[in-house]
T-cell receptor, first 113, second 114 residues
């Protein structure tokens, strides 16, 4: 079966711009989580959605937002990009919140210049 | 102090060696313990999942949890070049809002040399 699909794989943006990343979870999975991964901070939790509702949120500024659609696909948006937002953004899906383990996508590599 | 500490390495071993990867944690509320493997340019994939103290074996991999010492380990026997990856530990607890909170180690980079 198809895995978690993230698009685009690579993105280069300029400071001050905004960006939207997309995630299609595994069929049947209704929970989608987003993470930011950097060498210095590792994996940091952004937010988790289940049935179109945000169920959990990490400690990121309001410039980071997300949403989930009725087909469980999810998008995350970062507005007013900063150089420090350069990272690998990972999406993970599971059947429900609180499930053991996640299935991750390959991520979107965002570079802010 | 981070809630989860993991030595980032890098760790370099010859093929066939036994590898030991470790994480320590400070939050005694952590209930679930996981090990993920991440290859370059890929997302992490779940390797092992444990709940209680003790050992859990899956093929060449053994996960060990010692809740009294707040210490978890992943052992890889007969290591292969294909095991070269970054290994991340993750732990979870349920917060006051009944939401699962997952905390990650920074990951240990492992290279297995033929």
């Amino acid at each position: 079966k198809a895995g978690v699909t993230q698009t685009p794989r690579y993105l280069i943006k300029t400071r001050g711009q905004q960006v939207t990343l997309s995630c299609s979870p595994i069929s049947g999975h209704r929970s989608v989580s987003w993470y930011q991964q950097t060498p210095g901070q590792g994996l940091q939790f952004l937010f988790e959605y289940f049935s179109e509702t945000q169920r959990n949120k990490g400690n990121f500024p309001g410039r980071f937002s997300g949403r989930q659609f009725s087909n469980s696909r999810s998008e995350m948006n970062v507005s007013t990009l900063e150089l420090g937002d350069s990272a690998l953004y990972l999406c993970a899906s599971s059947f429900r919140t609180g499930d053991r383990g996640y299935t991750f996508g390959s991520g979107t590599r965002l570079t802010v210049v | 102090q981070k809630e989860v500490e993991q030595d980032p390495g890098p760790l370099s071993v010859p093929e066939g060696a036994i590898v030991s990867l470790n994480c320590t944690y400070s939050n005694s509320a952590f209930q679930y313990f996981m090990w993920y493997r991440q290859y370059s340019r890929k997302g992490p994939e779940l390797l092992m999942y444990t709940y209680s103290s003790g050992n859990k074996e899956d093929g060449r991999f053994t996960a060990q949890v010692d809740k009294s010492s707040k210490y978890i380990s992943l052992f890889i026997r007969d290591s292969q070049p294909s095991d070269s990856a970054t290994y991340l530990c993750a732990m979870s607890a349920t917060d006051a809002g009944n939401n699962r909170k997952l905390i990650w180690g920074l990951g240990t980079s492992l290279a297995v040399n033929p």
